[in-house]
């Protein structure tokens, strides 16, 4: 079955950096786009990053700057680079695929993705 398995979350104090890690399994398409999301207690789920095979990326606002996306698609594997984190940064994150769909498509809308995982604890402390 696919299974989309994040790595990497952890507590910070702010102006710290952590790198998560995504790795998907179970599926071999030829392109999608995967993207990372989060969510806050007592708040919507909401995108912040998101990249599909060709490279092509989209940011949140409130991560322009501090935030990188990349994937290596020979391993499967997607990469969030956090730096500068921020007490607002706090949630858990969620690694996202969707098989066939450019980022243009799909974005940073929770609704367009079909793979998901359980999701890494960030935490960020003032």
């Known amino acids: 079955q696919v299974q989309l398995v994040e790595s990497g979350g952890d507590s910070v104090q702010a102006g710290g950096s952590l790198t998560l890690s995504c790795v998907a399994s179970?599926?071999?398409?030829?392109?999608?786009?995967m993207g990372w999301f989060r969510q806050a207690p007592g708040k919507e789920r909401e995108g912040v990053a998101a990249i599909d095979s060709d490279g092509s990326t989209s940011y949140a606002d409130s991560v322009k700057g501090r935030f990188t996306i990349s994937r290596d698609n020979a391993k499967n594997t997607m990469y969030l680079q956090m730096n500068s984190l921020e007490p607002e940064d706090t949630a858990m994150y969620y690694c996202?695929?969707?098989?066939?769909?450019?980022?243009?498509?799909?974005?940073?809308?929770?609704?367009?993705?079909?793979?998901w995982g359980q999701g890494t604890q960030v935490t960020v402390s003032s």
């Open positions: 179970g599926y071999s398409y030829s392109y999608d786009c």
């Open positions: 996202a695929a969707q098989p066939w769909v450019a980022v243009y498509i799909a974005g940073l809308h929770p609704g367009r993705y079909m793979f």
